[in-house]
């Protein structure tokens, strides 16, 4: 059995829970947290911690709520860990008591493990473990990458990318989960249509 962070946290993400975690099992998106099934040994440490209760056992998780399983599970592989508590997002207080948040995520869970179709294939974000990215058809160095400017980066993914479309996002690995939360926030910012993650093995 595992620990799941369910729907409340989105738009929140208070840490209190990350501060008491004996295995640092937490990773961390742009909008909420999520617990690595793998990792956590199901000590129970962080659900009383969790200020707006958002934290189940997976056997205890509400009937609405059971996908998050999945997320967890999935975003585990692509977002970045996290060990030290820190502040909570700008409008948390705001958010904690609102219902059906899960669309402030703007990705795509349930077909992760699909292969993208045709028609979004030019939409498409490879990351991968030997440092390179490729965005549709053009091919990067994360090193390069880096020393960058980060508008000119940003330009970039503007000019390849299609806000009217869904952007398939492919992580392998988790070298650099510091690029696919930098891409990750930069779509979210930007208003593109949807996010559909799939990790690759």
């Known amino acids: 059995m595992a620990y799941v962070v369910t729907e409340s946290c989105i738009k929140c993400k208070y840490t209190d829970c990350v501060e008491v975690c004996p295995v640092d099992c937490f990773y961390e998106g742009p909008e909420f947290l999520v617990i690595h099934p793998d990792e956590c040994i199901d000590c129970g440490l962080c659900e009383p911690e969790c200020p707006i209760e958002a934290i189940f056992p997976d056997d205890e998780i509400p009937d609405n709520q ?13 977002y970045e860990n996290i060990t030290e508590a ?19 995520l703007n990705i795509g869970i ?45 330009n970039t993914l503007l000019d390849n990318l299609n806000k009217d479309e869904i952007v398939n996002l492919n992580v392998e690995g988790k070298a650099y989960h510091e690029w696919a939360m930098k891409i990750m926030e930069f779509l979210q910012k930007n208003k593109f249509l949807e996010v559909q993650i799939k990790t690759l093995k």
Do not use: C, H
């Not at 996908?67 to 585990?76: C, G, H, P, Q, T």
């Not at 904690?96 to 899960?102: A, H, L």
């Not at 294939?121 to 880096?146: P, Q, W």
């Open 66 to 78: 059971i996908e998050f399983i999945e997320i967890n599970a999935k975003l585990a592989d692509v």
């Open 110 to 154: 349930n077909n992760l493990d699909e292969p993208s179709t045709s028609e979004s294939i030019s939409n498409t974000i490879l990351l991968y473990d030997n440092g390179e990215i490729v965005i549709n058809n053009s091919k990067f160095k994360i090193d390069d990458l880096s020393n960058m400017d980060n508008v000119i980066f940003e």
């Open 86 to 104: 820190k502040e909570p997002l700008p409008d948390a207080d705001n958010f904690k008591d609102i219902e059906n948040k899960k669309e402030f």
